[in-house]
């Protein structure tokens, strides 16, 4: 998912200390993670062509308590080997296998 890889992790920086805070670099292994951040880049994709607030919105509604979701202790990844990250540092990123995700891009101009 482009989305996490190329911008949400490197946006979304926090310190990960595996008492606190948890993530795993091969995030798209985890059934749980992989349906909460393609519900939060759908989201966002919907947020930002709406005018007003949709975009502060989507950050309480949606980025906020999904991250939190993500990221604690007892979350999904739970199992996941222990990573730590230091302030201002992206969130650990492995390449999925090539075609799990791909490109919906190409579905948009079908009729």
Not at 46 to 69: C, F, I, K, V, Y
Request: hydrophobic fraction near 35%.
């Amino acid at each position: 998912m482009q989305f996490v890889a190329d911008y949400w992790r490197h946006a979304y920086k926090r310190t990960l200390d595996p008492r606190n805070r948890r993530w795993a670099a091969d995030w798209w292994n985890y059934d749980e993670a992989l349906m909460r951040l393609d519900a939060l880049w759908r989201a966002r994709e919907h947020a930002r062509q709406e005018p007003g607030p949709a975009m502060s919105n989507w950050w309480l509604q949606h980025a906020d308590p999904q991250m939190t979701a993500l990221f604690d202790k007892d979350g999904p990844f739970v199992d996941a080997p222990e990573l730590r990250t230091d302030r201002g540092e992206p969130l650990p990123h492995a390449d999925p296998p090539p075609g799990l995700f791909p490109d919906e891009r190409q579905w948009a101009s079908r009729g």
